[in-house]
């Protein structure tokens, strides 16, 4: 994902097995840092774990359905296992924030509902993304599919799903996002989908963002924006980003993204000053991803550490929620010392 814009970046962007932290609400409104959250992926009923729920840090748990397990067939909405997993989260003095999974980096997974896929009104309601190095389509790897997010007909029945979820969950949950934007499709055209282009997606996504935003008035509703398929900032600047994160401000849509990579070129050219921007007039949020735990700093040429990471999550990006995966030994022996040490039980 992204990997048509550089060609480094799809292990950047890619979401793995991994952790996302949270900030509910701004830092300098709360005056104690950002809102730390586990992000479980779909390893959903780890959220019993006794060292999860003993940390105190931990303000709840960040957990992925997809589309596909919530709508198994055409408005037939399944939610059961949002209200389980809830029901025991607010049992336990956690909260909830819920990832929407449209996408995959897997290609032999399909996050999208069966339905789609067979109806010609859809066009299959996914297409494959691709892993492409230097540049090289003619090569490229397929390596996961995404929703038809740029199609209308395909968006129709997303937004279905936003608000049937809202409908139910509404100031119920902590929030909700988005995947993020990054999409790998190649910049010649050559590995285009059907009715795709770089202006259409980001309009596409917009919409998703108002939508998402009425279906969840009260709880926190973000989409997590990354980066944007037909642009590289600074040299290629298409305004796509950048609007993105301006109609989030005027919606009051929070924002985020993987990853915490602490002065990482690409993502400080792109998505961090943008959301540090936005910083206490939307919700923000910064996902800690499977490898963000071995990046090496740019500045010091070592491994990062977990306090750098919640010192550049707290006084760069000024974010409301740091999402951590559960990478080990890292999530065990580094990180839940480390909160439990600044929040004892």
């Given at each position: 994902?992204?990997?048509?814009?550089?060609?480094?970046?799809?292990?950047?962007?890619?979401?793995?097995?991994?952790?996302?932290?949270?900030?509910?609400?701004?830092?300098?409104?709360?005056?104690?840092?950002?809102?730390?959250?586990?992000?479980?992926?779909?390893?959903?009923?780890?959220?019993?774990?006794?060292?999860?729920?003993?940390?105190?840090?931990?303000?709840?748990?960040?957990?992925?359905?997809?589309?596909?397990?919530?709508?198994?067939?055409?408005?037939?909405?399944?939610?059961?296992?949002?209200?389980?997993?809830?029901?025991?989260?607010?049992?336990?003095?956690?909260?909830?924030?819920?990832?929407?999974?449209?996408?995959?980096?897997?290609?032999?997974?399909?996050?999208?509902?069966?339905?789609?896929?067979?109806?010609?009104?859809?066009?299959?309601?996914?297409?494959?993304?691709?892993?492409?190095?230097?540049?090289?389509?003619?090569?490229?790897?397929?390596?996961?599919?995404?929703?038809?997010?740029?199609?209308?007909?395909?968006?129709?029945?997303?937004?279905?799903?936003?608000?049937?979820?809202?409908?139910?969950?509404?100031?119920?949950?902590?929030?909700?996002?988005?995947a993020e934007t990054a999409v790998s499709f190649g910049e010649s055209g050559r590995l285009f989908p059907k009715g795709f282009t770089p202006a259409a997606y980001r309009d596409a996504i917009v919409t998703n963002m108002r939508i998402l935003k009425s279906a969840f008035p009260k709880s926190v509703a973000m989409q997590y924006a990354n980066f944007m398929p037909g642009e590289w900032l600074p040299d290629n600047d298409r305004l796509y980003l950048r609007s993105v994160y301006q109609q989030a401000g005027e919606l009051k849509v929070g924002v985020g993204g993987p990853d915490l990579l602490p002065y990482k070129p690409g993502q400080m050219n792109h998505c961090y000053p943008l959301i540090r921007q936005c910083a206490g007039k939307v919700p923000t949020g910064i996902a800690v991803q499977d490898g963000n735990y071995q990046y090496k700093n740019p500045k010091s040429q070592q491994p990062v550490t977990i306090p750098e990471m919640v010192g550049f999550a707290t006084e760069y990006l000024k974010a409301d929620y740091i999402f951590w995966c559960t990478q080990e030994p890292f999530y065990s022996e580094n990180l839940i010392p480390f909160l439990q040490a600044q929040r004892p039980g």
């Open positions: 994902n992204g990997a048509q814009m550089n060609p480094g970046m799809s292990a950047i962007t890619k979401l793995g097995c991994c952790m996302l932290v949270s900030l509910a609400c701004c830092t300098g409104a709360r005056g104690e840092g950002p809102r730390h959250y586990v992000f479980f992926n779909r390893d959903r009923e780890r959220i019993s774990d006794a060292a999860f729920l003993s940390t105190k840090a931990f303000e709840g748990a960040q957990l992925k359905y997809t589309w596909r397990e919530l709508e198994q067939g055409k408005d037939g909405y399944d939610f059961s296992a949002i209200e389980h997993d809830l029901t025991f989260l607010n049992s336990s003095g956690k909260k909830m924030f819920i990832q929407l999974q449209d996408v995959s980096f897997d290609p032999n997974i399909v996050n999208v509902p069966r339905y789609l896929l067979n109806d010609a009104r859809y066009n299959g309601g996914a297409d494959k993304q691709y892993s492409i190095q230097d540049d090289d389509e003619e090569h490229a790897v397929p390596e996961g599919w995404v929703a038809r997010r740029w199609d209308p007909a395909v968006q129709e029945r997303f937004h279905k799903l936003l608000l049937a979820l809202g409908k139910e969950f509404d100031g119920k949950i902590e929030g909700i996002n988005l």
